[in-house]
C-alpha cells in the first residue's frame, strides 16, 4: 500500500509543479509558523485565526499543510500526502473567506479583500500531485521503487 502512495514516474514536469507549489507555500507557512518575512507566528496565528472561529487544532494543521508540506514537496516526500493537505487549505480559504469577495484579485485595491484565483491556481497543482505523484528527483520515486516510468533516452544514431 505504502509503495502505490508514493509510486511516481521520472516526469519533470511533476517536479515542475511539485516546486512551484512549495516555493510558493513556505513562505507563507513560515510566516504563520516561524514569524519570518514579517508574519504574525504560531502564537499570533493561533489566536488570530481563533477571533474567525477556527479551533487550535485547525490552525496548527493548517500551518503543518502550508509549512511542513511545501518541506515535503521540494523533498518530493510524501508528496500525495502533502499536496493533499495544501489542496485542503485552499480548498477552506476558497468557501470560508475568498469566494464571497469573487474571483479576481484585489489588484486596484477597489474590493474588500482577495478573490479566489491564486487559491485556484495552487488547487489546481495540489491536485495534478495527488494524481502524478512527485516526479523526477523524489525521494518517493526512490523509496517506491519502481523505473516502470523511467524516461529512455534515444540511442545516438551512427
Given at each position: 500500500m505504502l509503495r502505490g502512495f508514493l509510486r511516481t514516474d521520472d516526469d519533470v514536469s511533476a517536479l515542475v509543479m511539485r516546486?512551484?507549489?512549495?516555493?510558493?507555500?513556505?513562505?507563507?507557512?513560515?510566516?504563520?509558523?516561524?514569524?519570518?518575512?514579517?508574519?504574525?507566528?504560531?502564537?499570533?496565528?493561533?489566536?488570530?485565526?481563533?477571533k474567525m472561529g477556527l479551533p487550535p487544532v485547525v490552525t496548527?494543521?493548517?500551518?503543518a499543510a502550508?509549512?511542513?508540506?511545501?518541506l515535503l514537496l521540494i523533498l518530493g516526500f510524501f508528496t500525495?500526502?502533502?499536496?493533499?493537505?495544501?489542496?485542503?487549505?485552499?480548498?477552506?480559504a476558497i468557501f470560508m473567506v475568498h469566494s464571497k469577495v469573487g474571483f479576481?484579485?484585489?489588484?486596484?485595491?477597489?474590493?474588500?479583500?482577495?478573490?479566489?484565483?491564486?487559491?485556484?491556481?495552487a488547487l489546481g497543482l495540489a491536485i495534478a500531485l495527488l494524481i502524478k505523484g512527485g516526479g523526477a528527483f523524489s525521494v518517493d520515486?526512490?523509496?517506491?521503487?519502481?523505473?516502470?516510468?523511467?524516461?529512455?533516452?534515444?540511442?545516438?544514431r551512427m
Open positions: 516546486l512551484t507549489l512549495a516555493l510558493v507555500f513556505f513562505p507563507h507557512g513560515a510566516q504563520k509558523v516561524l514569524g519570518w518575512w514579517g508574519g504574525p507566528g504560531a502564537s499570533a496565528t493561533i489566536q488570530g485565526l481563533a496548527v494543521l493548517l500551518m502550508e509549512l511542513g508540506g511545501s500525495r500526502l502533502a499536496a493533499l493537505g495544501i489542496g485542503c487549505v485552499m480548498t477552506a479576481f484579485m484585489n489588484w486596484a485595491g477597489t474590493q474588500k479583500g482577495e478573490g479566489f484565483e491564486y487559491h485556484l491556481l520515486r526512490a523509496l517506491a521503487g519502481d523505473d516502470a516510468g523511467a524516461v529512455a533516452l534515444p540511442a545516438p
